[in-house]
């Protein structure tokens, strides 16, 4: 399996205040507006998620990954507190403050349950989302979610939850990726924030959940994507999912994990840009 090239690692972060947050974000393209939401595991960041999808996609759309508030390098203000809601109605905000009226949504993990979200909220303003090793119904604690909020930053431990949980082939796991997720997860403040929105009872970081009945009130065209060895979200919630949400379509990587965005780069791009151009 041929490794991917982080062609979005040459593109320079961009700020923006989204809702009094101070929004990092890296942006490139041009056309349809495509909003790539990270997941939550420690270290992650637009950059992280999506260095090996940006530069692709920005070839037919205007795509843009945003830090979510209380991940990456985005400002952590002191008063916030994290729930499903919270990061929601940042991402919101970091729309209109591009003035973007409607936009696909490509989230991975918890940014795929935020893309659920928001078209549960404003579904007019949400054209169509790929959701990819999404939780939903069904959803519930693996051991590879478990490992995620035990992490304690080393250098060795981000490289062992990585091989470990995340990827199928572990040399897809380089030493850049390692390098770029152990920076992240011990910068300022990071690490803190990150256990405390899902240990800390004051925040709601840990409170996903959907119903039934929420789901099947989506009508956003949906394409989800899943790795059939994913330990993080087993692909049974998207198999799950698929039969739930009226506008579904699945496809699912063999020899995969939670990260089919960087173990399958090229094919995950190539089909999400397919899935979002169709009209």
Request: proline letters at 5%.
């Amino acid at each position: 399996m041929t490794k991917p090239t982080a062609v979005g690692k040459a593109l320079e972060p961009h700020t923006i205040d989204a809702g009094g947050i101070k929004t990092i974000y890296l942006e490139a393209g041009s056309g349809e507006p495509v909003i790539m939401l990270h997941g939550s595991g420690p270290g992650v960041s637009g950059l992280a998620n999506w260095q090996y999808n940006i530069g692709p996609l920005s070839q037919k759309f205007h795509a843009l990954a945003p830090d979510i508030v209380g991940f990456g390098a985005t400002e952590r203000l002191d008063d916030i507190i994290y729930s499903l809601r919270t990061w929601t109605d940042h991402v919101w905000a970091f729309l209109d403050a591009h003035d973007i009226k409607s936009a696909a949504v490509v989230g991975n993990s918890l940014g795929g349950r935020i893309a659920l979200q928001m078209a549960t909220d404003r579904p007019d303003r949400i054209t169509k989302m790929v959701l990819m090793g999404t939780p939903g119904v069904g959803m519930t604690l693996t051991d590879g979610l478990a490992a995620l909020r035990a992490y304690e930053p080393s250098h060795d431990a981000m490289r062992e939850l990585l091989r470990t949980y995340f990827a199928v082939d572990p040399t897809m796991i380089t030493d850049e990726l390692v390098a770029i997720r152990h920076e992240a997860s011990i910068a300022d403040g990071v690490f803190e924030a990150y256990r405390a929105m899902f240990f800390d009872p004051k925040h709601a970081g840990s409170e996903l959940a959907i119903t039934e009945s929420e789901v099947r009130a989506i009508t956003t065209p949906t394409l989800l994507v899943h790795g059939r060895e994913d330990k993080v979200v087993p692909v049974e919630v998207s198999v799950t999912m698929m039969r739930l949400l009226p506008k579904a379509d699945l496809h699912v990587f063999s020899a995969c994990g939670h990260w089919t965005q960087i173990e399958r780069a090229g094919e995950f791009s190539a089909l999400v840009a397919d899935y979002l151009g169709q009209r």
